[in-house]
């Protein structure tokens, strides 16, 4: 079946390092991914997306990469903040409006 | 613009009990959905609305689990009776119907106990 999961489930980085997280997926027709945030007590945040027929997308201080040759989705963070420490998760979709199948998250650890 | 709004934020209830959650979703969006987290683990698509029709059911884990969007507004999902193991943390999410951009917007969540 369907699914999208996480290399790394924790990841520790210092302030002001780049900080990347990973995402593998199965499902080869999925053709819309998305990049959330989420803080304690708070929904998921929409921190950036791409679609299928791009390899990259860049945001401020965040870029995605999508390899669809391997199936497998990146998040890059640039310059992490303690702001950035938070569980991130990969969310992917066939077709607009579409339910969204999601990875299991990843902690992001923010060291000062 | 107001976001997508969720009520109550926590509810702890016996096992047994009866939970009704409501989401308010950003006005105009006609797609409406449904999403839990249990116990640390990924967010899970439980239901999909498209203005009052449920559009996709498939991740509804038993029918304990009601939900409702009557006049295409305002979605509830009622727990009857409630289990232990429907503890965790209800989304709401909500998008337009047309157009996809910035992705889905989702609510802060239902933190549902079950005792």
């Known amino acids: 079946g369907e699914s999208v999961g996480l290399h790394l489930p924790t990841l520790s980085v210092q302030e002001g390092d780049n900080s990347i997280i990973n995402c593998a997926y199965s499902?080869?027709?999925?053709?819309?991914f998305i990049w959330y945030k989420q803080e304690s007590g708070k929904g998921p945040q929409f921190i950036i997306d791409?679609?299928?027929?791009?390899d990259k997308r860049q945001g401020q201080r965040v870029t995605v990469l999508l390899n669809k040759t391997v199936k497998h989705l990146s998040l890059q963070i640039a310059a992490t903040q303690p702001g950035d420490s938070a569980v991130y998760f990969c969310?992917?979709?066939?077709?607009?409006?579409?339910?969204?199948?999601f990875g299991a998250g990843t902690i992001l650890r923010v060291k000062s | 613009e107001a976001g997508v709004t969720q009520f109550p934020s926590h509810s702890v209830i016996e096992k047994g009990q009866t939970v009704t959650l409501r989401c308010d979703p950003i006005?105009?969006?006609?797609?409406l959905y449904w999403y839990r987290r249990v116990m640390g683990k990924e967010i899970k698509f439980l239901l999909h609305?498209?203005?009052?029709?449920?559009?996709?059911e498939s991740g509804m884990p038993n029918n304990r689990f009601l939900a409702e969007r009557t006049g295409g507004t305002y979605s509830t999902l009622k727990v009857q009776p409630a289990e232990l193991e429907d503890s965790g943390v209800y989304f709401c999410?909500?998008?337009?119907?047309?157009?996809?951009?910035?992705?889905?917007?989702f609510g802060s969540g239902t933190r549902l106990t079950v005792v």
């Open positions: 999410a909500s998008s337009p119907l047309t157009g996809l951009r910035y992705g889905y917007t």
């Open positions: 609305f498209v203005k009052e029709s449920k559009q996709d």
């Open positions: 791409i679609r299928s027929n791009m």
């Open positions: 969310a992917e979709n066939r077709g607009y409006g579409n339910k969204l199948v």
């Open positions: 006005s105009g969006h006609d797609n």
């Open positions: 499902n080869s027709a999925s053709d819309y």
